[in-house]
């Protein structure tokens, strides 16, 4: 159990008891990877906000993501020859 959602969602909702499964369930689809939009859906959330209010610190960030994408972009990326008209081609 996460227990900064469990401090999060209290703040957020006073006097409701946090659900430990739903907890859960979220930070093992953020972890793998699902958008806010995703997680709030699949949590029965209509605002992907409050999900990201409540969930936030366990998103990555978006530099890290930025900046991986990038790198798995040049690594896929081969320059393969140099054309006649001075263009990089590349192989994926």
């Given amino acids: 159990m996460c227990l900064t959602c469990l401090t999060h969602q209290n703040a957020?909702?006073?006097?409701?008891s946090s659900?430990?499964?739903?907890?859960t369930t979220a930070s093992?689809?953020?972890?793998?990877?699902e958008s806010v939009k995703a997680v709030a859906?699949?949590?029965?959330h209509s605002d992907?906000?409050?999900t990201?209010?409540?969930y936030a610190?366990?998103?990555p960030a978006s530099e890290d993501r930025a900046r991986k994408a990038v790198e798995?972009?040049?690594?896929?990326?081969?320059?393969v020859q140099h054309g006649e008209d001075n263009r990089i081609k590349t192989r994926s």
């Fill in 12 to 16: 957020l909702l006073p006097g409701l």
């Fill in 19 to 23: 659900n430990p499964v739903q907890i």
């Fill in 28 to 33: 093992v689809l953020i972890d793998a990877g």
């Fill in 41 to 44: 859906e699949y949590l029965g």
């Fill in 48 to 50: 992907p906000g409050f």
């Fill in 52 to 54: 990201l209010r409540v």
């Fill in 57 to 59: 610190h366990l998103f």
């Fill in 72 to 79: 798995a972009a040049f690594a896929r990326s081969i320059v």
